[in-house]
């Protein structure tokens, strides 16, 4: 959830940026290094990676329109080693290629949706306000959140809010969204609010925040196809990575979580059958982990930034080629 500013919008602080900075750091002070920002939201890691690092060369993709214009403009001053490119994260070696790039020295990964796109209302993340039911973080492309509330069927919607969600009462809330919308299709987001906190029991409204949270975080996620696209972005990311760079990834909660984790952990784990009295090269590690667990922001950046508060961050270091 990388953060920045837009003329309207308020100042925020890229989350964890100190941390991302000193795990990258060490792969980054080589000649020639390249680093890829492969969620560069509104440039405000990038800004810092490129400040910080007066070599290093910056790959930033997005698939926001509106994301990458805006980290244009507040990476001008680097423009020369500042390369933007509107691509979902999934398409990074397709980029690489095209930019003539085979190896690079640090990845970064911020993932989840941005401060410009839940405070632009008409975006429609934000359950706090009544807006489009859209979600999609490029808008110029996909099927919107309320084409997949008035289309799928009950057993679908139930999947992709349980699945994505992890929502108790997905059956519950899908059932009330095709039930509502034979009557008038859904269209704005306050509808769709209203009628997941009359569909869960007065009982589990009282904790765990608001109670469509996880709903909108399901769609979110379904318009937007990001687990699949992390799922494919992650390895691919790992296999650009030089021997001695290195990889972070913010997380914003536990499916996303996870899937870093396996990926991590699986790179860090050597493939040989234990009983082996010597370990093949091919079947050691190819990553070494730089975090233990999945770091939290300290409480001083969550009390300046609560929504940093959910943030996980893992980090990992190429050590070998692959076999």
């Known amino acids: 959830m990388d953060e920045g500013s837009l003329p309207g919008h308020r100042q925020h602080i890229p989350v964890m940026l100190d941390r991302c900075l ?3 750091g060490p792969a980054l002070d080589a000649p020639g290094a390249v680093v890829v920002d492969a969620t560069v939201g509104l440039g ?3 800004e810092a990676l490129l400040a910080r690092f007066g070599e290093v060369r910056l790959v930033g993709l997005d698939r926001d329109p509106q994301a990458i214009a805006a980290a244009g403009e507040r990476l001008a001053p680097f423009a020369p080693r500042a390369t933007l490119v509107h691509a979902v994260y999934d398409a990074l070696p397709e980029v690489l290629s095209q930019l003539g790039v085979s190896r690079v020295q640090g990845v970064l990964f911020d993932l989840g949706v941005s401060s ?7 975006r429609g993340f ?3 306000q009544d807006a489009p039911l ?29 699945e994505y969600g992890e929502e108790r009462f997905a059956q519950r809330i899908a059932a ?4 509502e919308r034979a009557r008038e299709p859904f269209s704005g987001t306050a509808r769709l609010a209203e009628l997941v906190r009359s569909s869960i029991p007065a009982a589990t409204r009282r904790t765990g925040g608001h109670p469509a949270k996880r709903t909108f975080q399901a769609l979110r996620i379904e318009v937007n196809g990001e687990l699949d696209a992390l799922r494919r972005a992650l390895p691919a990311a790992v296999d650009a990575i030089a021997v001695g760079g290195r990889i972070a990834v913010l997380s914003y909660h536990s499916l996303e979580d996870r899937l ?5 952990v699986a790179g860090a784990t050597g493939t040989a059958p234990r009983d082996l009295p010597i370990v093949p090269p091919e079947h050691e590690p190819r990553l070494r982990l730089l975090t233990r667990g999945a770091e939290a922001p300290d ?3 969550v009390a300046a930034n609560p929504r940093a508060a959910s943030a996980r961050l893992r980090a990992a270091e190429r050590i070998r080629e692959a076999a």
């Open 260 to 264: 870093v984790k396996r990926v991590l």
């Open 176 to 179: 009330a969204v095709v039930r």
């Open 22 to 24: 000193a795990l990258l």
């Open 126 to 128: 934000a359950y706090s």
């Open 116 to 122: 410009m796109q839940l405070d632009d209302r008409e």
């Open 44 to 46: 405000g890691h990038s």
């Open 299 to 301: 409480d001083a950046e």
């Open 134 to 162: 859209d979600m999609r973080m490029d808008q110029t492309a996909g099927h919107t959140a309320a084409e997949i509330l008035n289309t799928y069927p009950a057993a679908a919607l139930a999947r992709v809010l349980a």
